[in-house]
């Protein structure tokens, strides 16, 4: 275990727990989807659904581990063979993830390099171009974008290859407070801008109208497809930090720092977004157009400190985007590693880092070249892009299934077993709701999540 390495602190393994979880999902997923979906009805269904699944299958990721010493794939073949699948479903997740990951993280280092111009003046810059003209002609000359997402890439791997403690974590610790502060920098501009309140309005007025017949099960799916990608459950990083963290560390205040930590930040990122969205009279759209046309459009209009907003903004989302593309990386690297040890060969950090680099390097490739579907590239399964491919199989699919695998096999096959690695830290009062949740609560939920992430997908018109 010594040589796949060790966190030096909790306070590093918080941080880059965190910044796993932090990414892309909350700067723009969180806040366009939640003004979509009933505003405070949307934050509701969300935080309650952080507290009855997500908060259990943190705590049970951590704790199960740091208990096996091992990722997902070895984690569940020690705990007994048959459940081995899993492991295999949280270790592909990440692997499916990290395609499309790449390319939207090279979008965030070519928009802050553009801001960085735009200080200057600099021709490069997006100054004099509209944002949908700058943003489309950037993703349809492919060669840049794919070149961009490659070396958002490097930068991921060259950060995993550092290992635990001298790559992970030292990157962690200075890149997530760096994040928010810049962030609280954002908000304090945005939220200032004249006609800013009708964005708060948009994100926090209730609106509980989208749970009329069926539409709960809509809002159920989004919220639920929105925590599992945010919080980057069930899909092998959780398993893998876990494995690296000292036994006398307290599980369960962790686990509830993570979860309240990513819904803070979820949230102000919305503050962050929004305000400045309606103060300029734009529409939030959903995905990339929202970050690289609306927002840079809002940026573009604030005069001289528009340039220097839009470089600390973009370089705040490159940086979440950073932390996150890390904590997949890892997950299916550290996984790979005990399979080396398995088979009693001495684990090579460096041999299954540049490995798994060149499938990232192919499938962003892959994503980057069809040029959000603009790239005349065949698809499949009747998705317009390779983007909405990739994340069907991981966030629509694997990862709402893995979650459900999990807590079946730990509060009904293996009920009892994280006890006393959760006790070697605490006193485990969380337990009876730790097991009501994880026993009745959560298989019901994931089942929903499910079929309404599979619904929105496909479009089966089921509700």
Same mark, same amino acid.
């Given at each position: 275990? $010594? ?50 699944? @997500?908060?259990? *299958? ?7 581990? #740091? ?9 569940? #073949? ?38 960085? $111009? ?14 949908? %003209? ?6 349809? %000359? ?39 502060? =810049? ?41 639920? @497809? ?33 979860? *309240? ?23 939030? %759209? ?55 040890? #398995? ?5 090579? #950090? ?22 959000? @579907? ?21 966030? @629509?699919?694997? =990862?709402?299934?893995? $979650? ?14 994280? %006890? ?44």
């Amino acid at each position: 275990m $010594g040589d796949k390495g060790k966190f030096k602190s909790n306070f590093g393994f918080l941080m880059a727990t965190i910044g796993s979880a932090v990414g892309l999902g909350n700067i723009w997923g969180f806040p366009f989807k939640m003004g979509k979906n009933g505003g405070f009805a949307f934050l509701v269904i969300y935080i309650i659904l952080a507290v009855i699944i @997500g908060y259990c *299958i943190m705590l049970g990721e951590i704790s199960f581990g #740091r208990k096996q010493e091992k990722a997902a794939i070895e984690a569940y #073949r020690k705990l007994d063979s048959k459940f081995t699948f899993n492991g295999w479903i949280n270790t592909l997740t990440p692997l499916i993830l990290i395609c499309f990951y790449c390319t939207l993280g090279g979008y965030c280092l070519k928009y802050t390099i553009a801001n960085f $111009g735009n200080i200057f003046n600099a021709s490069w810059g997006t100054l004099g171009v509209e944002s949908s %003209d700058f943003f489309g002609g950037f993703i349809s %000359d492919t060669w840049p974008a794919i070149i961009y997402g490659l070396i958002f890439l490097a930068i991921t791997i060259v950060v995993v290859l550092g290992g635990v403690s001298g790559g992970i974590e030292k990157f962690s610790v200075i890149a997530m407070p760096a994040l928010f502060v =810049m962030l609280i920098v954002v908000i304090i501009r945005s939220v200032t801008l004249p006609g800013a309140m009708e964005g708060i309005a948009f994100m926090f007025k209730p609106d509980w109208s989208v749970f009329h017949g069926s539409g709960w099960i809509s809002v159920l799916a989004a919220a639920g @497809g929105q925590m599992f990608f945010s919080l980057s459950i069930s899909s092998g990083c959780i398993i893998a930090y876990g494995s690296y963290l000292n036994k006398s560390e307290n599980l369960e205040k962790n686990s509830a720092i993570i979860i *309240i930590a990513d819904t803070v930040v979820a949230i102000l990122a919305g503050i962050a977004v929004m305000p400045a969205v309606f103060a300029f009279g734009l529409e939030p %759209d959903a995905g990339p157009s929202l970050l690289f046309v609306t927002l840079q459009t809002v940026f573009n209009s604030m005069g001289g400190f528009g340039a220097l907003f839009g470089f600390i903004f973009y370089f705040l989302v490159l940086i979440a985007a950073l932390t996150s593309s890390v904590g997949m990386l890892e997950g299916a690297v550290s996984a790979f590693m005990d399979e080396q040890v #398995r088979r009693g060969k001495t684990p090579s #950090r460096n041999f299954v880092t540049i490995l798994i680099g060149i499938w990232a390097c192919l499938g962003s490739t892959l994503v980057s070249a069809d040029a959000l @579907g603009g790239g005349g590239l065949p698809h499949i399964l009747g998705f317009d892009t390779w983007l909405d491919t990739f994340d069907l199989f991981a966030e @629509g699919f694997l =990862m709402p299934l893995g $979650g459900l695998f999990m807590v079946i096999i730990l509060g009904w096959l293996k009920p009892g077993f994280l %006890d006393d690695e959760v006790k070697l830290g605490s006193s485990f009062g969380s337990k009876q709701f730790f097991y009501f949740c994880i026993k009745f609560l959560a298989p019901i939920f994931l089942i929903f999540i499910l079929i309404g992430q599979l619904n929105g997908f496909f479009k089966w018109g089921l509700f």
